[in-house]
């Protein structure tokens, strides 16, 4: 907490806990007690009860409070912004000298860097949505793999999309898989189009034959390679899987002039700008239809917690680390700035526009 | 008309009051009664065949009651069964509960005292009791079955529900019985009621002897009264081995009420309810209501349809979250094409007829083919066990809950914002699951959940006061306090402050014997400090008027400050504000409240131009009629002083401090606002919501809170010479550590001599 930070004096009275009270050993209270075979240390209670098993400590003492003014999230820290960094590197060290298992250090160091490697890749390109298409099971695509039907039911729409943030891992792993959504309505998007999407969605089902099924082993596998992003990463997801699924539930054509409203603001146009960086990029997604649930938890430092959950299907402890899911305030000051040089990059790769505004006559 | 009305229902109340009188002298002698056949019950021995004829009690089976049941007669009236019952039947059969109906008989006839545990939505508070009816045939035995509900309104609400689902009409067969209303009669075989009524029932009749089995219903909420039911219970089915008892519980902690219960055997059954899926976010939230906020936007626009349930802390929290997202909703609206929602606040406090919205249909899509709209609920976490709103796909759980918790070292009672405990949250997000599969969001890791939660709630008999409970034990006939099998003990200090308090309140003599003034005391519905007041208010010759006070401090605040319009509220305060305090300030109301009736103006209208609640001041109107009967059962004067008298304020400020001389704080030094509470030394500071102006040296206080501060609420300016005059025990310059308050004291008691020195001098 730096200096700037907001000051919280209160006065305290000489004997804020009563301890005077509490030590007196001659009050009424305690000779009654003593008188009835209570000693101090012991619980109140039938002797040698069963249920005490069960007794904690506010069994032997009053509860102790913890007086909350701020609306901190549960197991956020204040002086999140500028803890000591650079201790990552000595995690391993100093998890063995704690006498932590490699296999474990191996797993956190692991969820740490998945962490980093997903905040770099959303602060620096947003993320990406995808819509559902289906699983491909044999040769033919379903809505969802046979052992999952039951639980797929409940979704609705035919859209799935990419949700910043939200890496929702979930207690029941591999319930959720094929949960199909709506697409998330940004405000940026008029609903046409989302209806067109959908319609494309279905289409897709029908066309992606392509889709390779690689059910069992990947999703497994999958659970471990959540929130993987970096184009590397998805070619080699993509090798390691199948190498036909390209299609096209990228939405490379997202609007452009989305009107944002404020709060989903900084999200739609990170997602917008990342979007428009790829597509000047590669021009194609790589996303696939089936595993693009799992790719699509990349995370999202500044997303809020997206309610459109992925399914989740990690089981994985959620990483402790750096950063908060809500937006940093801070990060907001680049975003016009960031827009705009996609913007002109964009404008850049395509010659059209060049030759417009060199006022090139073709 | 309204005034009308008024009295109609005073009048009514008063009969019922009657009733309850006479209730409790018949529980006396219960006992007698018993012994001989029922006389109430003697119109069922006539010859009408009925189909409970070849019943035999505790050898009964599903199929024979099922028969029973579908039979053209109502065996317990003899009257035809109508259309309606039949159709009610058939629902009753579709509950999960009813496939294990044969399960539970067995159970039910192989043990004394039986653990049930069954899902939200299994049927289990309504089914249960009827099915233990058709086994126990009060009517024979003329020992009632009784059904504790932690709440009033479920009390009523489920008594009606089973009234219909039997045929019969409540109040006959069926009944209920709450704190301040009794709709039982002679007829009356199965009785709900709160957990606090059975208790106080209890203290008339040790052993229960009017109950042939008792069914403890939501034991796992762990209210104050269900706690030392079940302890009470325990020892009474030592002694009466006919007394069934059956403790109904949600599925959590099963395991530790039958290790309570001597091991008592379990049967569960599963609840009708969906799966629900489950998220946390990757990292901690920086806020917890903008998150929550943001949630609930996101699923309003890729969410299918389906209601948002999220759960928040306080009231203000609710309202302004409540207008940022229909803000944002309606931005959403002109912006897109999103679907109307509606926002709903759920807390406490708030008007019955506004919480009764939250059971609205969802607005319907904007146009034809539209998204479907939905609605939101932001709700305390009453949401949470009390009430149920079917429709709830999406819940979003920030962790978060006001607790209410005591301090027995420095006796404030904190309102605080704290973390949930894990069974709490999987309660949250099973509200997602009653219609259909659901989705519950949790604004914080996986890792918060496993680290940062603890397992269960605080029962509440750790978070209170103990000092009304203690003395009600004694009531009980408890002797030995500390051995007392509760499944929870409190902390001994606890206990340790309960007793002294008893004890400088005169209720507890110096061996911890219950005196006449504590058992007076604990006829009344009250704390100890609030009965011993009313008890001793004669003296001070304004019984009248302490009653009115007694009451108006047992309801709900009954200031409303809206807040688009607190000023004029605060405006309209000062006309009632008397310069001494706060307690003469709600006396002040009250008359006039009183007198807006008397004049036959239209109350209702007339508290809304006030800014005063009609509910609360109407209901702190009940309260005192019922103390009123209380107090002339029990010979104590209703006596005032004269209006013009100038001695009718102080009297009643003097006769405060003889309930509340334990309540007092001095100032700390003069120009301070800062207060110093006696003998335990808190710093406190007087509530905003004060009419007191004038910085007085001494005030006694209502409640000690601590919210964002230590406060002290309710506070009303007394002279230190009656402190040593009322209560010298307490004020026995001598125990007092050496400080301002001791030298302030030395002062005055050397005043004091000096005074009646002058006056013996004369």
Same mark, same amino acid.
């Given at each position: 907490?730096?200096?700037?930070?907001?000051?919280?004096?209160?006065?305290?009275?000489?004997?804020?806990?009563?301890?005077?009270?509490?030590?007196?050993?001659?009050?009424?209270?305690?000779?009654?007690?003593?008188?009835?075979?209570?000693?101090?240390?012991?619980?109140?209670? %039938?002797?040698?009860?069963?249920?005490?098993?069960?007794?904690?400590?506010?069994?032997?003492?009053?509860?102790?409070?913890?007086?909350?003014?701020?609306?901190?999230?549960?197991?956020?820290? +204040?002086?999140?912004?500028?803890?000591?960094?650079?201790?990552?590197?000595?995690?391993?060290?100093?998890?063995?000298?704690?006498?932590?298992?490699?296999?474990?250090?191996?797993?956190?160091?692991?969820?740490?860097?998945?962490?980093?490697?997903?905040?770099?890749?959303? +602060?620096?390109?947003?993320?990406?949505?995808?819509?559902?298409?289906?699983?491909?099971?044999?040769?033919?695509?379903?809505?969802?793999?046979?052992?999952?039907?039951?639980?797929?039911?409940?979704?609705?729409?035919?859209? *799935?999309?990419?949700?910043?943030?939200?890496?929702?891992?979930?207690?029941?792993?591999?319930?959720?898989?094929?949960?199909? +959504?709506? *697409?998330?309505?940004?405000?940026?998007?008029?609903?046409?189009? %989302?209806?067109?999407?959908?319609?494309?969605?279905?289409?897709?089902?029908?066309? %992606?034959?392509? $889709?390779?099924?690689?059910?069992?082993?990947?999703?497994?596998?999958?659970?471990?390679? =959540?929130?993987?992003?970096?184009?590397?990463?998805?070619?080699?997801?993509?090798?390691?899987?199948?190498? $036909?699924?390209?299609?096209?539930?990228?939405?490379?054509?997202?609007?452009?002039?989305?009107?944002?409203?404020?709060?989903?603001?900084? =999200?739609?146009?990170?997602?917008?700008?990342?979007?428009?960086?790829?597509?000047?990029?590669?021009?194609?997604?790589?996303? $696939?239809?089936?595993?693009?649930?799992?790719?699509?938890?990349?995370? $999202?430092?500044?997303?809020?917690?997206?309610?459109?959950?992925?399914?989740?299907?990690?089981?994985?402890?959620?990483?402790?680390?750096?950063?908060?899911?809500?937006?940093?305030?801070?990060?907001?000051?680049?975003? *016009?700035?960031?827009?705009?040089?996609?913007?002109?990059?964009?404008?850049?790769?395509?010659? *059209?526009?060049?030759?417009?505004?060199?006022?090139?006559?073709? | !008309?309204?005034?009308?009305?008024?009295?109609?229902?005073?009048?009514?109340?008063?009969?019922?009051?009657?009733?309850?009188?006479?209730?409790?002298?018949?529980?006396?002698?219960?006992?007698?009664?018993?012994?001989?056949?029922?006389?109430?019950?003697?119109?069922?021995?006539?010859?009408?065949?009925?189909?409970?004829?070849?019943?035999?009690?505790?050898?009964?089976?599903?199929?024979?009651?099922?028969?029973?049941?579908?039979?053209?007669?109502?065996?317990?009236?003899?009257?035809?069964?109508?259309?309606?019952?039949?159709?009610?039947?058939?629902?009753?059969?579709?509950?999960?509960?009813?496939?294990?109906?044969?399960?539970?008989?067995?159970?039910?006839?192989?043990?004394?005292?039986?653990?049930?545990?069954?899902?939200?939505?299994?049927?289990?508070?309504?089914?249960?009791?009827?099915?233990?009816?058709?086994?126990?045939?009060?009517?024979?035995?003329?020992?009632?079955?009784?059904?504790?509900?932690?709440?009033?309104?479920?009390?009523?609400?489920?008594?009606?529900?089973?009234?219909? /689902?039997?045929?019969?009409?409540?109040? /006959?067969?069926?009944?209920?019985?709450?704190?301040?209303?009794?709709?039982?009669?002679?007829?009356?075989?199965?009785?709900?009621?709160?957990?606090?009524?059975?208790?106080?029932?209890?203290?008339?009749?040790?052993?229960?002897?009017?109950?042939?089995?008792?069914?403890?219903?939501?034991?796992?909420?762990?209210?104050?009264?269900?706690?030392?039911?079940?302890?009470?219970?325990?020892?009474?089915?030592?002694?009466?081995?006919?007394?069934?008892?059956?403790?109904?519980?949600?599925?959590?902690?099963?395991?530790?009420?039958?290790?309570?219960?001597?091991?008592?055997?379990?049967?569960?059954?599963?609840?009708?309810?969906?799966?629900? /899926?489950?998220?946390?976010?990757?990292?901690?939230?920086?806020?917890?209501?903008?998150?929550?906020?943001?949630?609930?936007?996101?699923?309003?626009?890729?969410?299918?349809?389906?209601?948002?349930?999220?759960?928040?802390?306080?009231?203000?929290?609710?309202?302004?979250?409540?207008?940022?997202?229909?803000?944002?909703?309606?931005?959403?609206?002109?912006?897109?094409?999103?679907?109307?929602?509606?926002?709903?606040?759920?807390?406490?406090?708030?008007?019955?007829?506004?919480?009764?919205?939250?059971?609205?249909?969802?607005?319907?899509?904007?146009?034809?083919?539209?998204?479907?709209?939905?609605?939101?609920?932001?709700?305390?976490?009453?949401?949470?066990?009390?009430?149920?709103?079917?429709?709830?796909?999406?819940?979003?759980?920030?962790?978060?809950?006001?607790?209410?918790?005591?301090?027995?070292?420095?006796?404030?009672?904190?309102?605080?914002?704290?973390?949930?405990?894990?069974?709490?949250?999987?309660?949250?997000?099973?509200?997602?699951?009653?219609?259909?599969?659901?989705?519950?969001?949790?604004?914080?890791?996986?890792?918060?959940?496993?680290?940062?939660?603890?397992?269960?709630?605080?029962?509440?008999?750790?978070?209170?006061?103990?000092?009304?409970?203690?003395?009600?034990?004694?009531?009980?006939?408890?002797?030995?306090?500390?051995?007392?099998?509760?499944?929870?003990?409190?902390?001994?200090?606890?206990?340790?402050?309960?007793?002294?308090?008893?004890?400088?309140?005169?209720?507890?003599?110096?061996?911890?014997?219950?005196?006449?003034?504590?058992?007076?005391?604990?006829?009344?519905?009250?704390?100890?400090?609030?009965?011993?007041?009313?008890?001793?208010?004669? @003296?001070?010759?304004?019984?009248?008027?302490?009653?009115?006070?007694?009451?108006?401090?047992?309801?709900?605040?009954?200031?409303?400050?809206?807040?688009?319009?607190?000023?004029?509220?605060?405006?309209?305060?000062?006309?009632?504000?008397?310069?001494?305090?706060?307690?003469?300030?709600?006396?002040?109301?009250?008359?006039?409240?009183?007198?807006?009736?008397?004049?036959?103006?239209?109350?209702?209208?007339?508290?809304?131009?006030?800014?005063?609640?009609?509910?609360?001041?109407?209901?702190?109107?009940?309260?005192?009629?019922?103390?009123?009967?209380?107090?002339?059962?029990?010979?104590? @004067?209703?006596?005032?002083?004269?209006?013009?008298?100038?001695?009718?304020?102080?009297?009643?400020?003097?006769?405060?401090?003889?309930?509340?001389? !334990?309540?007092?704080?001095?100032?700390?030094?003069?120009?301070?606002?800062?207060?110093?509470?006696?003998?335990?030394?808190?710093?406190? !500071?007087?509530?905003?919501?004060?009419?007191?102006?004038?910085?007085?040296?001494?005030?006694?206080?209502? /409640?000690?809170?601590?919210?964002?501060?230590?406060?002290?609420?309710?506070?009303?300016?007394?002279?230190?010479?009656?402190?040593? @005059?009322?209560?010298?025990?307490?004020?026995?310059?001598?125990?007092?550590?050496?400080?301002?308050?001791?030298?302030?004291?030395?002062?005055?008691?050397?005043?004091?001599?000096?005074?009646?020195? !002058?006056?013996?001098?004369?």
């Amino acid at each position: 907490m730096g200096l700037a930070a907001a000051k919280n004096k209160r006065k305290l009275g000489n004997d804020p806990n009563n301890t005077k009270w509490s030590r007196n050993t001659d009050s009424f209270g305690q000779k009654i007690l003593r008188s009835q075979g209570w000693q101090p240390g012991e619980y109140l209670g %039938a002797k040698d009860a069963p249920h005490a098993e069960w007794h904690t400590e506010a069994n032997t003492t009053h509860i102790r409070v913890v007086l909350k003014d701020d609306t901190l999230g549960l197991g956020a820290k +204040r002086n999140n912004g500028d803890e000591c960094t650079g201790l990552d590197a000595f995690q391993h060290l100093l998890g063995r000298l704690n006498g932590k298992s490699d296999e474990t250090l191996e797993a956190e160091q692991k969820v740490r860097e998945d962490v980093k490697l997903s905040l770099y890749m959303e +602060r620096k390109f947003g993320t990406i949505r995808f819509v559902k298409g289906g699983w491909l099971v044999g040769d033919q695509v379903k809505e969802t793999p046979d052992d999952e039907i039951e639980k797929a039911q409940n979704g609705s729409a035919s859209e *799935a999309q990419m949700s910043s943030a939200d890496v929702s891992e979930d207690s029941e792993p591999a319930a959720v898989k094929s949960k199909k +959504r709506k *697409a998330d309505q940004d405000t940026d998007r008029e609903d046409d189009k %989302a209806r067109k999407k959908e319609k494309k969605s279905k289409k897709r089902k029908t066309d %992606a034959e392509t $889709d390779v099924d690689i059910e069992g082993g990947k999703k497994k596998k999958d659970k471990k390679s =959540k929130r993987r992003r970096t184009e590397s990463e998805e070619g080699d997801e993509k090798s390691t899987e199948s190498p $036909d699924e390209v299609d096209g539930c990228f939405e490379a054509k997202r609007a452009k002039k989305e009107k944002k409203k404020d709060k989903k603001d900084k =999200k739609e146009k990170k997602e917008k700008r990342r979007k428009d960086k790829e597509a000047s990029e590669s021009g194609v997604e790589t996303g $696939d239809s089936i595993s693009k649930e799992k790719k699509r938890r990349k995370k $999202d430092a500044t997303a809020e917690t997206s309610p459109a959950p992925t399914p989740a299907e990690s089981s994985m402890p959620t990483p402790s680390g750096s950063g908060y899911s809500t937006p940093v305030p801070t990060s907001s000051r680049y975003l *016009a700035r960031s827009r705009f040089i996609a913007q002109k990059k964009l404008a850049f790769a395509d010659s *059209a526009a060049l030759n417009q505004i060199f006022m090139i006559k073709s | !008309m309204a005034d009308s009305n008024k009295n109609l229902k005073r009048s009514s109340a008063e009969r019922e009051g009657t009733q309850d009188y006479k209730r409790m002298k018949t529980n006396g002698d219960g006992d007698a009664m018993d012994a001989k056949p029922n006389p109430y019950l003697a119109h069922l021995d006539e010859d009408f065949s009925s189909p409970l004829d070849d019943f035999e009690r505790h050898k009964t089976t599903a199929l024979q009651a099922s028969k029973a049941e579908d039979s053209d007669n109502n065996p317990w009236t003899g009257r035809p069964h109508s259309q309606q019952y039949f159709k009610i039947l058939k629902t009753r059969r579709d509950l999960p509960v009813q496939k294990q109906r044969q399960e539970f008989l067995d159970a039910y006839h192989s043990t004394q005292i039986l653990v049930f545990v069954g899902e939200t939505g299994s049927g289990k508070t309504t089914q249960i009791p009827q099915y233990v009816l058709y086994d126990e045939l009060p009517h024979q035995t003329g020992k009632l079955i009784a059904c504790t509900q932690p709440r009033r309104v479920a009390a009523m609400s489920v008594a009606q529900r089973v009234a219909d /689902e039997l045929d019969v009409n409540l109040g /006959e067969e069926v009944g209920y019985s709450i704190r301040f209303e009794n709709r039982t009669g002679p007829k009356t075989l199965l009785k709900y009621m709160t957990d606090g009524q059975l208790l106080r029932e209890a203290m008339h009749d040790h052993d229960m002897s009017r109950y042939g089995c008792i069914i403890l219903d939501e034991a796992h909420e762990r209210t104050l009264a269900t706690d030392i039911l079940m302890a009470l219970l325990k020892q009474i089915a030592e002694r009466r081995k006919d007394l069934k008892i059956i403790v109904m519980s949600a599925t959590l902690d099963a395991q530790k009420f039958q290790t309570y219960f001597f091991e008592a055997p379990l049967l569960a059954v599963p609840g009708r309810t969906h799966p629900v /899926e489950i998220f946390y976010t990757p990292e901690p939230e920086r806020d917890y209501v903008e998150a929550a906020v943001r949630t609930v936007l996101q699923i309003h626009a890729s969410e299918p349809e389906g209601d948002v349930l999220l759960f928040l802390t306080g009231e203000e929290e609710i309202e302004d979250a409540c207008r940022r997202i229909s803000l944002e909703v309606d931005d959403m609206i002109r912006e897109s094409d999103a679907g109307p929602m509606t926002v709903y606040p759920l807390y406490g406090t708030l008007p019955p007829h506004q919480q009764q919205r939250i059971f609205d249909k969802a607005p319907d899509a904007l146009r034809k083919g539209g998204r479907p709209g939905r609605k939101c609920i932001v709700a305390t976490n009453i949401a949470e066990t009390s009430l149920t709103i079917d429709g709830i796909v999406y819940v979003v759980d920030p962790g978060f809950s006001k607790q209410k918790i005591y301090n027995p070292r420095t006796r404030v009672e904190s309102l605080l914002v704290s973390p949930i405990s894990k069974a709490s949250a999987q309660q949250r997000a099973g509200r997602a699951g009653r219609t259909r599969p659901g989705k519950c969001f949790r604004l914080y890791t996986e890792n918060a959940f496993k680290k940062e939660l603890i397992e269960q709630t605080y029962p509440e008999i750790l978070r209170s006061n103990l000092a009304n409970t203690v003395l009600e034990l004694k009531k009980l006939g408890v002797e030995d306090l500390v051995h007392f099998d509760l499944m929870d003990p409190p902390a001994p200090e606890t206990m340790m402050r309960a007793l002294e308090e008893l004890n400088y309140l005169a209720c507890l003599d110096d061996d911890g014997e219950l005196t006449t003034l504590g058992g007076m005391a604990s006829e009344f519905p009250l704390d100890p400090a609030l009965a011993v007041m009313l008890i001793s208010a004669p @003296e001070f010759y304004c019984s009248n008027e302490i009653l009115s006070i007694t009451s108006l401090l047992s309801v709900p605040q009954i200031w409303v400050r809206p807040n688009n319009a607190r000023k004029r509220a605060d405006e309209m305060k000062q006309q009632f504000a008397h310069p001494d305090g706060d307690h003469l300030t709600l006396l002040n109301a009250y008359h006039a409240y009183k007198g807006a009736e008397q004049s036959g103006e239209d109350v209702k209208k007339w508290c809304h131009e006030h800014f005063l609640s009609f509910r609360h001041l109407s209901s702190a109107d009940n309260v005192r009629a019922q103390l009123k009967r209380i107090m002339e059962t029990h010979g104590i @004067e209703l006596v005032s002083t004269p209006f013009q008298n100038k001695e009718y304020y102080t009297n009643i400020r003097r006769a405060l401090l003889a309930g509340f001389f !334990m309540q007092v704080a001095m100032r700390e030094s003069a120009n301070s606002k800062v207060y110093k509470t006696v003998k335990d030394d808190q710093l406190v !500071m007087i509530h905003p919501g004060t009419v007191v102006t004038s910085p007085y040296d001494w005030v006694v206080y209502n /409640e000690f809170v601590l919210t964002t501060k230590q406060y002290v609420r309710t506070v009303t300016n007394i002279r230190p010479e009656w402190l040593l @005059e009322i209560a010298p025990n307490y004020y026995d310059v001598d125990t007092f550590e050496k400080g301002e308050i001791k030298s302030a004291l030395t002062r005055i008691t050397e005043k004091i001599r000096r005074r009646q020195a !002058m006056k013996g001098g004369r």
